[in-house]
């Protein structure tokens, strides 16, 4: 794309709008605002232009404020709950330290566009100027209400260093990776981390290019708020009806919310029949060893599951482990005295079993040792000992509720 030709036809570039649907509401609570460009016919996206290196700064900013400019003019047409998100990576925001366009952001705000509806969605990567002075930037902008959303997930060291620094409103998180088979797996689990981190610091997470059902199912699931994509609107030069999908999206969360309650119905039983069936077992073995508590335990679970071992409340193992090989049961006696305190839920489900009197099965997670994905069975046994019996994946695929 030719930066002059596109310079000297600035009558042809005007923003497009994609719209953001809320979960809560089922409806477009904002609009992300994309370049556009109008060639013989042919409307092309500028995001090639905004991410060309060989441009210089000075034509970016003249076009992207141009856009800018067109879009809030638009926007004053908007419901005043309705937000606006504007892409800044940080060479351009900080393009004349950043006070030109945050000017330009005052001449709305007396037109009625109140600035806690703009949402800079910006991005740090590749830059090589000086990030205090542009995190002291985005907290100057911030007093005027302007929300922040750190626009990708990158795979860079310092990521989640920079989410800690900046504390975004808004994680925006790009699905695309769930169409890799290779990628999606992994996705999943450095997603869960991600919405514990959203959780803690008070972010909003927000997934664009949802595409398929599934997809919007997967951001449903892990604690997406707001959604974007070609799935559910693409983006348009005029808005669009705040409401046009909504009985779409409750049609779907209900069909979300029907196959959910289905499996942690199916994990609520699957606790009930592991707390029936070992409570008869320790009863019947709670004067003998615990090696005789296994074999008992293995007569009835031995295609269920693949270790078990005893811990005390305070996680230091009692017992070696008893660990299914494919030649059958060994004793791993090198766990002895291992402790265990340190897992995540650990000490929060010896309280709740010591409380409780009753089992627990976990949620599902990697075995550091083998690899599989698996589930916990913990029972308590005594005052102070704990049983743990890990699931084996095999039966969690022939229970695909479980997984």
């Given at each position: 794309?030719?930066?002059?030709?596109?310079?000297?036809?600035?009558?042809?570039?005007?923003?497009?709008f994609?719209?953001?649907?809320?979960?809560?509401?089922?409806?477009?609570?904002?609009?992300?605002?994309?370049?556009?460009?109008?060639?013989?016919?042919?409307?092309?996206?500028?995001?090639?232009?905004?991410?060309?290196?060989?441009?210089?700064?000075?034509?970016?900013?003249?076009?992207?404020?141009?856009?800018v400019?067109?879009?809030?003019?638009?926007?004053?047409?908007?419901?005043?709950?309705?937000?606006?998100?504007?892409?800044?990576?940080?060479?351009?925001?900080?393009?004349?330290?950043?006070?030109?366009?945050?000017?330009?952001?005052?001449?709305?705000?007396?037109?009625?566009?109140?600035?806690?509806?703009?949402?800079?969605?910006?991005?740090?990567?590749?830059?090589?100027?000086?990030?205090?002075?542009?995190?002291?930037?985005?907290?100057?902008?911030?007093?005027?209400?302007?929300?922040?959303?750190?626009?990708?997930?990158?795979?860079?060291?310092?990521?989640?260093?920079?989410?800690?620094q900046?504390?975004?409103?808004?994680?925006?998180?790009?699905?695309?990776?769930?169409?890799?088979?290779?990628?999606?797996?992994?996705?999943?689990?450095?997603l869960?981390?991600?919405?514990?981190?959203?959780?803690?610091?008070g972010?909003?997470?927000?997934?664009?290019?949802?595409?398929?059902?599934?997809?919007?199912?997967?951001?449903?699931?892990?604690g997406?708020?707001?959604?974007?994509?070609?799935?559910?609107?693409?983006?348009?030069?005029?808005?669009?009806?705040?409401?046009?999908?909504?009985?779409?999206?409750?049609?779907?969360?209900?069909?979300?919310?029907?196959?959910?309650?289905?499996?942690?119905?199916?994990?609520?039983?699957?606790?009930?029949?592991?707390?029936?069936?070992?409570?008869?077992?320790?009863?019947?073995?709670?004067?003998?060893?615990?090696?005789?508590?296994?074999?008992?335990?293995?007569?009835?679970?031995?295609?269920?599951?693949?270790?078990?071992?005893?811990?005390?409340?305070?996680g230091?193992?009692?017992?070696?482990?008893?660990?299914?090989?494919?030649?059958?049961?060994?004793?791993?006696?090198?766990?002895?005295?291992?402790?265990?305190?340190?897992?995540?839920?650990?000490?929060?489900?010896?309280?709740?079993?010591?409380?409780e009197?009753?089992?627990?099965?976990?949620?599902?997670?990697?075995?550091?040792?083998?690899?599989?994905?698996?589930?916990?069975?913990?029972?308590?046994?005594?005052?102070?000992?704990?049983?743990?019996?890990?699931?084996?994946?095999?039966?969690?695929?022939?229970?695909?509720?479980?997984?």
């Open positions: 794309m030719d930066a002059l030709e596109i310079l000297s036809d600035l009558e042809n570039v005007f923003p497009y994609q719209p953001i649907f809320s979960a809560d509401e089922q409806s477009v609570i904002a609009y992300e605002v994309l370049g556009r460009y109008e060639s013989e016919g042919n409307i092309i996206s500028l995001g090639n232009f905004f991410q060309d290196d060989q441009i210089p700064d000075e034509y970016k900013y003249d076009v992207d404020l141009l856009l400019k067109m879009a809030l003019n638009q926007a004053l047409t908007l419901d005043e709950d309705i937000s606006i998100f504007l892409n800044r990576n940080a060479d351009l925001l900080m393009y004349r330290h950043g006070e030109p366009f945050l000017q330009e952001l005052l001449a709305f705000e007396k037109k009625g566009l109140r600035l806690d509806r703009i949402v800079l969605e910006i991005s740090d990567r590749n830059y090589a100027g000086d990030l205090d002075q542009f995190d002291h930037l985005l907290q100057y902008y911030r007093t005027y209400g302007i929300k922040i959303a750190i626009a990708r997930i990158d795979s860079e060291s310092n990521y989640f260093e920079r989410i800690g900046l504390k975004p409103d808004i994680l925006k998180i790009n699905l695309q990776a769930l169409k890799s088979t290779s990628t999606g797996i992994n996705f999943h689990d450095v869960f981390t991600f919405s514990l981190l959203a959780r803690k610091i972010s909003t997470l927000l997934f664009e290019n949802i595409e398929m059902s599934y997809q919007l199912q997967f951001a449903w699931k892990n997406g708020r707001y959604y974007q994509g070609f799935y559910l609107h693409p983006p348009v030069r005029e808005f669009i009806e705040r409401n046009l999908l909504k009985e779409r999206l409750k049609e779907k969360f209900h069909d979300f919310i029907s196959y959910e309650k289905k499996k942690l119905e199916a994990v609520y039983t699957t606790a009930e029949t592991f707390q029936a069936k070992v409570q008869e077992i320790v009863l019947k073995n709670r004067n003998g060893t615990f090696q005789d508590l296994f074999q008992a335990l293995i007569k009835e679970l031995d295609q269920i599951a693949f270790r078990m071992y005893v811990c005390d409340e305070d230091f193992q009692k017992s070696a482990n008893i660990f299914k090989e494919t030649t059958g049961w060994i004793n791993q006696a090198q766990y002895i005295q291992k402790n265990w305190s340190w897992r995540p839920y650990f000490l929060e489900n010896i309280i709740k079993m010591r409380n009197r009753k089992g627990i099965l976990s949620d599902l997670y990697s075995d550091i040792e083998t690899g599989e994905t698996i589930r916990t069975f913990s029972f308590p046994i005594s005052g102070n000992e704990y049983l743990f019996i890990d699931i084996a994946y095999q039966y969690l695929f022939q229970h695909d509720q479980l997984l």
